[in-house]
């Protein structure tokens, strides 16, 4: 090959290759905020001072979930409150300005989970607005289309709802990353349940709360079967499973060719601190060895790696490879 026929083909891979998504490898997600029903209800409104102590703490990612869907005007237009926009564009402007890569999604959307069709044309008008707002903002703001699909938002009605969600998204912009999740809580099962997307800047994402009674161990939100439950991790087989779910995940990166990331994992206070830390360290070694990125739930609030009297957590640091 030539030397000019080389740098021509190695400057089209470059283009083609997702470069901003590779970037997402160690993620805080800043939930419990604006994914409230409004910011400050559950008791967490953010400090844009934050993001520059995130940064310094070694994250190279945000991901900050907005309930979008309680902050528009009635149908068809949906129109997003404006106020409200206002301020989710500070906090990601922070996020960017800390020289973060910043991932903002549709998160708590319950009503599109249980009426997908009725909801449908809402999903789709907010994504409309969200894409004409931001298609002039930098490359490391990153769109996550729907947290969490379950109950009726899955199989075929999922998939239609995700794909016409990308189509509103490219028309506004075209190459910016796009994060899709599956079915189920987008759990490590969910893969099969994505359409196939012929786009390179799409990345799939996936959450890991398993074993969910371990992570979820006496959360009141998350039913009856974890209501009493005090477990320890490893149990017996814990890490086995881990290990294969590992394999599962890297098997989906290489069929694909492109990222998967790890968009939620940790686990709730109530558990065993020890357990937790052991259980946070294992999950990130295990897909950051497969080139998985990983976002941990959450920087304060449920599952708190940060307070306002104590400062972050050092251990879990450690645990997530940030600190000595
Ligand atoms: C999901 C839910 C959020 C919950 C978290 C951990 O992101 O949307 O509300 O706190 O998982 O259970």
Known sequence: MTRTLFVLVAAALALAAPAAARDVMRCEIVGNALDEPSEGEWGVTIDTAWFDDIKAAGFDTVRVPVRWSAHTGEGPDY????????????????????????????????????????????LLNIWNQLGAHYADWPDALHFELVNEPHTALSGAVMRQTLLSALEIVRRTNPTRTVILGGDGYSSIRSFSSLPPVDDPNVVVTFHYYDPFRFTHQRAGWAGPEVADVTRGWPEPGDRAQ????????????ETLGRPVFLGEFGAYEQGPYEDRLRYINAVRETFEAKDIGWCLWNFTGTFPLWSSETGFDARQLKALGLQE
Do not use: C, S
Not at 242 to 253: K, S, Y
């Open 242 to 253: 881990l290990e294969a779910d590992g394999d599962i995940a890297a098997g989906v990166q």
């Open 79 to 122: 129109l997003i409150d404006a106020a409200f926009r206002d301020r989710v564009d500070e906090v990601l402007q922070a996020a960017l300005d800390a020289d973060l890569q910043v991932i903002v999604n549709v998160h708590h959307f319950e009503e599109l989970m249980d009426d997908p069709r009725g909801q449908y044309l809402k």
